[in-house]
């Protein structure tokens, strides 16, 4: 019996050590297999993690292409990091993109030479319904001189192939005609991005051009990737100037320009190379150096931060006041005072702060000259009305009914009793609460960047688009967000 013990346990040990000899083999092998040595084969496997910016057009091609690929949806700086983590077998983006963020220090991947389908065009996307007349035959006219002359030719060595990101001079008319509203995405170099805080690029310097040759004045909005077709549709801006893949399916909703370039559809996939990496405080100072120092990029931050507590502040005296007010009406019980805010406040607390705000940009205020800055006020202002109203009806409610009895009995008018007796005695109950949620409307100020706000988050992101870094300028925004917080409820 011993014996067959002993021969059972040496069985499952050899077996325990024989199938993690093979794991680590398999498991390299596998990791072999998706860094891309047998080029796009393996993207057709199933389960396959491809990474895709949303709404680009390698969207489209690879949900075409590898229908069984486990598809994810991500910023387009995360999928580089996303890739060099292991958490996406591949990315599929702009070529030229992929290999210029390795070219400036982007570690742990590379880019197959092999391309995915056919190049795609890149446009001006123009409204259907453009307030300038003649505006796309314009566009075309111009695109047509500059192509022919070789002007947009040297625009597209200079900025795409060699690298050179100095703005040529270019005189704005000085007595323009027109004002043309640019959308832009700020953070994709060497399109549209940001050098020495001054907005540059292929997509600047190609309406900068249009402006001087048309004799118009030429404003460029900021938006988000996802907001950008939007804010064109809208009638927030007149054209799109970044790097905009012309569609049929893009095609339907806004027109194209004639083609000004070809981008290829690379694939980013892990590099497993060992190479040598700069200890922990190296890496800090130079993270700190690329993301505050170099081309005074704190100028950035300091405009967002700006932004984030003019936004704040004002969100959080007009919340105040108008819950207050609206609390003041519904006081006595009186009843269309009460169904109006009950409705209202019903449908302010029954949809995400970015719906409500995208609502009020691209359908309420779509035709009115509103910045996105006095949107963004209203949007949070409401919310914070909202949560005042509730905070005030719980307070009060928790003061014994008897107090208005006594201040009523003893002549004191009603408003009096109010603020004299009654308010007096809320405050403490709702006030740690009212701190809480100063600090979360701060919070949620973050998503301005989508109606075109750039605020402290938005300038993180266009800072992540010139280091290509996602550790030092996320963990910069949070610290500053801390300290903002802090700062109010003190």
């Not at 022919?148 to 005189?171: C, F, H, K």
């Not at 405080?281 to 700006?306: M, N, P, Q, V, W």
């Amino acid at each position: 019996m011993k014996n067959v013990r002993k021969k059972t346990l040496s069985f499952f040990a050899a077996l325990f050590i024989a199938l993690f000899s093979v794991l680590p083999i398999t498991a390299q092998a596998s990791s072999d297999n998706n860094t891309g040595e047998s080029e796009l084969a393996f993207l057709s496997e199933k389960g396959v993690r491809i990474g895709v910016a949303t709404g680009t057009i390698q969207d489209m091609i690879v949900n075409s292409l590898y229908p069984d690929a486990d598809i994810e949806y991500i910023e387009k700086f995360q999928g580089y990091l996303s890739v060099s983590q292991g958490k996406l077998d591949a990315y599929v983006y702009d070529k030229r993109q992929m290999l210029l963020a390795i070219a400036n220090g982007q570690q742990g991947v590379r880019v197959l030479d092999e391309t995915l389908a056919e190049p795609a065009k890149v446009a001006l996307g123009i409204s259907k319904n453009p307030a300038i007349p003649e505006f796309k035959n314009s566009l075309n006219y111009f695109i047509d001189k500059i192509k022919a002359d070789g002007t947009l030719d040297d625009m597209y060595e200079r900025w795409s192939v060699q690298g050179n990101y100095d703005m040529p001079q270019i005189d704005a008319p000085s007595n323009p005609h027109y004002h043309i509203k640019v959308a832009t995405t700020g953070d994709v170099a060497p399109y549209s991005f940001y050098q020495n805080n001054e907005l540059t690029g292929y997509d600047i310097e190609i309406m900068k051009r249009f402006g001087a040759w048309f004799g118009a004045d030429i404003e460029f909005f900021i938006y988000d990737w996802d907001s950008i077709v939007p804010a064109l549709q809208a009638g927030k801006v007149d054209v799109i100037s970044s790097n905009l893949n012309d569609t049929p399916e893009r095609e339907e909703a806004i027109d194209f320009s004639d083609s000004l370039y070809e981008i290829e559809h690379g694939v980013m996939v892990q590099d497993t190379g060992t190479e040598a990496k700069p200890g922990i405080f190296e890496s800090i100072a130079d993270s700190f150096e690329k993301t505050f120092i170099k081309e005074d990029r704190y100028k950035l931050f300091l405009s967002g931060i700006l932004t984030t507590v003019i936004i704040t502040v004002f969100s959080i005296l007009f919340g105040t006041a108008l819950g207050f007010i609206i609390y003041m009406c519904c006081r006595k019980g009186k009843k269309a005072p009460n169904i109006i805010a009950k409705i209202f406040f019903s449908l302010i607390h029954g949809m995400p702060v970015v719906v409500l705000l995208m609502i009020l940009y691209y359908i309420v205020f779509a035709k009115a000259a509103v910045s996105g800055t006095i949107v963004a006020i209203i949007a949070f202002t409401l919310v914070f009305a909202s949560a005042v109203f509730s905070m005030l009806k719980a307070g009060v409610g928790a003061v014994e009914r008897g107090q208005e009895e006594a201040a009523l009995s003893l002549g004191y008018g009603d408003l009096r009793s109010f603020f004299r007796i009654i308010l007096p005695q809320a405050l403490p109950h709702f006030l740690p609460t009212y701190k809480g949620e100063v600090v979360s409307l701060l919070k949620a100020t973050a998503i301005v960047g989508y109606i075109g706000v750039q605020d402290l988050t938005k300038m993180g992101d266009i800072v992540r688009g010139r280091t290509y870094e996602a550790f030092f300028p996320l963990i910069a925004i949070a610290i500053i967000y801390f300290a903002l917080g802090g700062l109010l409820i003190f």
